[in-house]
């Protein structure tokens, strides 16, 4: 087993599944030339090894989605990059109108298998292009969307989501793409819509995935300096959301706390807390808690943009503020 | 300004187009020792464009460009501290470091913003046309882009638009080939971008983009166009830029020779030669002396902005409303609820 990027871990995923059937095509803007493949590198090389179905395309989201889902209709499997979540709103009317509709609207006559991978993330790049829209794209019926946090999840369920029917939004993250972990060389999947928990403790759940995980991951080590040992469960998929596993970590720890990177009001936390509430309440200490972004429309300078982002320490301050006088 | 350029309007083009590509190399610089952050997109190469566009307008028309607006910025006559403090993120910035080298902007000289989703810009372009008409000036708006911006949605919706309501604006696209790495007959179908616009029915033009007099001269009669009730216009000026899209771009998909090719004719040494040197306009010492001024603004332009504060933390929230309401967050907490605003935010 070998310790890759996620962005390896995508990559390989993106050429297993080329090669495994020869109906994936892969599209989006400045994959193939621009930096030897990609804005961020994903696709880096591909378009060598499977000539013609890696294609760059026009700046037009909408089109690039649009096109992506006729393909689907027609039997293809598209991939398509949308190259950040920012740009996914210029596509909006397709993934909402027509990619997330076909299948029912049309009485299950219509499939639409077609992966839409974008990443969200920052870096100094303002307002228009340091958003986070977990919760926006989760809020709709008719669409799937994964946000893996590691590359061995990143490879299993982009695999996963290749091989599904159904539109999938696949969200991925500027700050992950250079993060390492293990991943096997064998071929695996990771099943759409079930979470794991990505560590075992007994004082407190946090319920988060995506970039926060890895930050929670470390605040987690603090803590556990400190003897406060957390339940960490990443969800991987968004929708559906499985929140089984929170669920039972909240019913032994007694306390939760949702981590997220998006604006806090109207976030995803608020849909888990909700969740939690109705289903664990009587299990519950203490009112659960969110860790959020600021929300501001992000600034471009370094000290604002710097305020706005949640990062380890916060989630470090949340979890010492609700065992403030327990332990 | 007409079209017939007396000496210190032409002195005064070669001065922009300088300042422009000397304050680029020194952001570029900046940017490597970490002082600018996030995308810069750099004009190196294209400075003709803005400069001989711009010379055109008139200061009170209005302005709105793509991300790559460090030359719109300056050939507007934004001073250059005040952009080099907003590349930095500081407070003396144009937009006080919440925009940065993408959002430059400056509403009392008529320049509405940078914008950087592609294409976002355009119908806003229109739509400040129309205001213009509406309140009855003579105030035309000039729109920038590039040639990968003509494949977009909203480019279509804009020109069809302001074409059917007949309104005054120049769709300038800066042709330079590329969008990001991506060559322009890999992303457009029709690679004579002015073509596009007959699919409108409106006016269009192409000019080479290198030739900082014959942008000047076109813009002169579309503005005058437009300023007479004849409608939009859609300008192609083709050109080349010298550096990678932005400085997050190793460039390796432009070959060596080409980007050297292109390089051959620099729009500044060959308006420098043809024209100020050819008529006896400036002498080589003169050109020493102005490359040394510039250099000076430029060097001043970092002190300012390197000296420039950081904006203050308690004013993240400002801002983000034109008008107060009651409830309305003024605080925020990345752990806990948010503060409100206590004010009551009556109308009136
Ligand atoms: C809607 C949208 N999609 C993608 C991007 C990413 N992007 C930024 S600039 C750019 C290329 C634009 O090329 P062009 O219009 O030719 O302008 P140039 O940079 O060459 O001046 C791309 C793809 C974006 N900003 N907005
Ligand atoms: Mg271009």
Known sequence: ?327 | MGMDMNKDELIALYRQMLLIRIFEDKSAEMYAKAKIGGFLHLYNGQEAIAVGALSALRPDDDLVTHYRDHGYALARGLNANAVMAELFGREGGTTGGRGGSMHLADVDKHFWGGYAIVGGHLPLAVGLAYANVHHKTDRIVMCVMGDGSTNIGTFHAALNWAQLWKLPVIFLVENNMYAMGTAINVHSAVIEIYKKASAHDMYAERVDGKDVLAVHEVVCRLAERARGGEGPALLEAVTYRYRGHSMADSDVQRSKSEIAEQKMRDPIPTFAENVLLKRNLLTQADMDRIQKEIEAEVEAAVQFADASPEPALNTLYENIYAHPVANMQSGGSLIGPATLYSGNGKHG
């Open chain 1, 1 to 327: 087993m070998a310790e890759i990027t996620y962005r390896e871990a995508l990559k390989r995923a993106l050429r297993e599944e080329l090669a495994h059937d020869p109906d994936v095509v892969v599209w989006g803007e400045d994959i193939v030339a621009y930096g030897g493949g990609g804005a961020y590198g994903v696709t880096a090389g591909l378009s060598k090894e499977f000539p013609g179905r890696i294609r760059d395309t026009p700046i037009a989201e909408e089109a690039i989605v649009g096109v992506g889902i006729g393909a689907a209709m027609g039997g293809c499997r598209p991939v398509v990059e949308l190259m950040t979540i920012n740009f996914a709103l210029v596509a909006w009317d397709q993934i909402v109108n027509h990619a997330a509709k076909q299948h029912h609207m049309f009485n299950g006559k219509i499939k639409v298998p077609m992966v839409m991978r974008s990443p969200a993330g920052f870096g100094r790049t303002a307002a228009t292009h340091s958003q986070n829209f977990d919760a926006w794209l989760s809020s709709i019926p008719g669409l799937k969307v994964v946000e893996p946090a590691t590359p061995y999840d990143a490879k299993g369920l982009l695999k996963s989501a290749i091989r599904d029917d159904d539109p999938v939004f696949f969200i991925e993250h500027l700050q992950l793409y250079g993060t390492r972990g293990e991943v096997p060389d064998e071929e695996y999947f990771i099943p759409l819509g079930v979470s794991e928990r990505k560590r075992e403790g007994k004082h407190l759940t946090v319920v988060t995935w995506g970039r926060m995980l890895v930050e929670t991951m470390k605040a987690a080590k603090t803590l556990s300096d400190e003897g406060v040992e957390l339940d960490v469960i990443d969800l991987r998929t968004l929708r559906p959301m499985d929140l089984s596993l929170a669920i039972e970590s909240v019913k032994k720890t007694n306390h939760a706390i949702v981590v997220e990177e998006g604006w806090r009001s109207i976030g995803l936390g608020a849909e888990i807390v909700a969740s939690l509430q109705e289903q664990a309440f009587n299990y519950l200490d203490a009112p659960i808690a969110r860790v959020a972004g600021l929300e501001v429309p992000m600034p471009y300078a370094k000290n604002l943009e710097r305020a706005t982002l949640p990062f380890a320490d916060d989630v470090v301050m949340a979890v010492r503020a609700m065992l403030a006088n327990k332990y």
